[in-house]
């Protein structure tokens, strides 16, 4: 079946520590994006990326980073430069802009 | 990016009543986007309508849009246990960029 998988589901993170998100799509969609969510409230957009190897900063993109080398995957970097990265982090694609965007289940962050 | 701002923030009916929900939005949009969450999971899209279209039905959903008004309406018709969820609009507007208001959190009681 196609989609977009996230891993892992849940990741912790220690004070000043880097971690990596990972979200694949099998879905041969050019457009990737990342988001955050926070308790109650809508999605955030961190970054997008319309093809490979280019990507665009969205609305919160400070304390994040990412890469585009491969159609199918989209990492999300959260740098210790993130003063506050407990959220809910989900990743999405669509074939185009303005199309509908198919998202993966989420990986839920924490802080240690 | 366009902003989509749902109404009301909660709603709780019984099973087999209708719910509606309202979004609406700021700047100029190409469509209108619905879409559903399920607690902890991602989000899934329902329907798109575009913004030469008025009215678009799918299964039990009807959505509704008045570009005048600068408003969506999303109607739930028959509504079951499963229908629990949030739901969120987002304009598409030649752009990458959608812009999910905080959601309306339905809950549809056995």
């Known amino acids: 079946d196609g989609g977009i998988t996230q891993s892992p589901k849940y990741l912790f993170r220690k004070e000043g520590q880097n971690v990596t998100l990972s979200c694949e799509q099998n879905?041969?969609?050019?457009?990737m994006y990342w988001y955050r969510q926070d308790p109650g409230q809508g999605l955030r957009l961190i970054y997008y990326?319309?093809?490979?190897?280019?990507?665009q900063k969205g609305d919160i993109a400070e304390g994040y980073s990412v890469s585009r080398e491969k159609k199918e995957s989209f990492p999300l970097t959260v740098t210790s430069a993130q003063k506050n990265p407990t959220a809910f982090y989900l990743c999405a694609s669509s074939i185009y802009q303005d199309q509908p965007q198919h998202f993966g289940d989420g990986t839920r962050l924490s802080i240690l | 990016s366009q902003q989509g701002e749902e109404d009301p923030q909660a709603l709780s009916i019984q099973e087999g009543e209708n719910a509606t929900m309202n979004c609406s939005y700021k700047?100029?949009?190409?469509?209108l986007q619905w879409y559903r969450q399920n607690s902890g999971r991602g989000l899934v899209h329902l329907i798109l309508i575009r913004s030469n279209e008025r009215e678009k039905h799918s299964g039990r959903l009807r959505v509704t849009l008045d570009t005048s008004k600068k408003s969506s309406s999303l109607l739930i018709t028959a509504s079951r246990a499963a229908d629990t969820a949030s739901y969120f609009c987002a304009g598409g507007a030649g752009s990458y960029q959608l812009t999910f208001g905080k959601g309306t959190k339905l809950s549809v009681i056995p």
């Open positions: 990326s319309q093809i490979v190897n280019d990507f």
């Open positions: 879905l041969n969609h050019d457009a």
């Open positions: 700047t100029s949009i190409n469509n």
